[in-house]
């Protein structure tokens, strides 16, 4: 058992009936024994730093989301209705889910059946796709080609992700082109369109929304009032989608 001084002993029993001292209303040697206490105590609980860590990281998330909130309501037109993004399922939809994705990102792959299954079930709901390539020169590399083939190929756009995204291996210029290819739309199409519209303007748009959201990974989603970090899957998206027709926000 750990000794406790006798000035302490008196500073803990005034504590325990009046409002905690300011620091400056101690002395050096309370100051001294009361730090000593303090240690001694942490080493004997040492499992109160990870209770003390958990509730750190508690505050800071709720600190980003809070934060992250307002930066939605901020930028409501370059989050939901961008004219560079692709939109699935039903353009007029009620609820709109906005997905930040890297075709090299292993957990975008994973939530893909997510997507699909939540456009399959759910008709009234719009699904847009942000690109946003964070994973090295292969995936930027990759974007531009899927950035290409939006604008010569939209109504295929949704068959080339899924056929992108689901391929085994490291997406690349190479494997981009060779999927656009598959849906009809040959390399020197895609090249020359690459060429005269680059999207190097519409990615770092997207890098610069992503920062004041708060976003530095993917998947990462947008739901109406609601910053949706990481592959949640379909459940937790699904009652998301089901809470902002009931009450107009993600958590009712």
């Known amino acids: 058992m750990a000794f406790f001084p006798k000035t302490f002993t008196a500073l803990a029993l005034a504590a325990s009936i009046a409002l905690p001292l300011p620091a400056a209303a101690l002395d050096d040697q309370q100051k001294k024994e009361f730090g000593e206490f303090i240690k001694q105590y942490l080493i004997e609980n040492p499992e109160i730093m990870l209770e003390v860590q958990d509730a750190l990281q508690k505050k800071q998330e709720a600190q980003r989301l809070v934060k992250a909130n307002m930066a939605i309501e901020e930028n409501t037109t370059d989050i939901f209705d961008s004219k560079n993004d692709v939109t699935l399922g039903n353009p007029k939809g009620d609820v709109t ?12 792959r994973h939530a893909l059946p997510d997507m699909q299954a939540m456009l399959k079930k759910d008709k009234n709901v719009r699904f847009v796709l942000k690109e ?8 930027v590399a990759a974007h531009k080609v899927a950035d290409a083939f939006r604008k010569l190929a939209p109504e295929k756009y949704a068959d080339f992700h899924v056929a992108l995204l689901g391929t085994e291996g490291r997406a690349s210029d190479e494997t981009a082109i060779a999927v656009a290819a598959s849906l009809g739309v040959k390399e020197d199409k895609i090249r020359a369109e690459m060429a005269k519209s680059p999207n190097d303007g519409i990615v770092q748009a997207t890098y610069q929304l992503a920062s004041t959201l708060g976003i530095s990974g993917t998947p990462s989603y947008v739901i109406g009032n609601e910053l949706v970090p990481g592959a949640v899957g379909l459940d937790d998206l699904e009652a998301k989608v089901k809470n902002m027709r009931s009450c107009g926000k993600t958590a009712c």
């Open 132 to 139: 946003f390539p964070i994973l090295g020169p292969d995936s």
């Open 97 to 108: 889910v906005v997905e930040f994705f890297d075709y090299n990102c292993s957990y975008c």
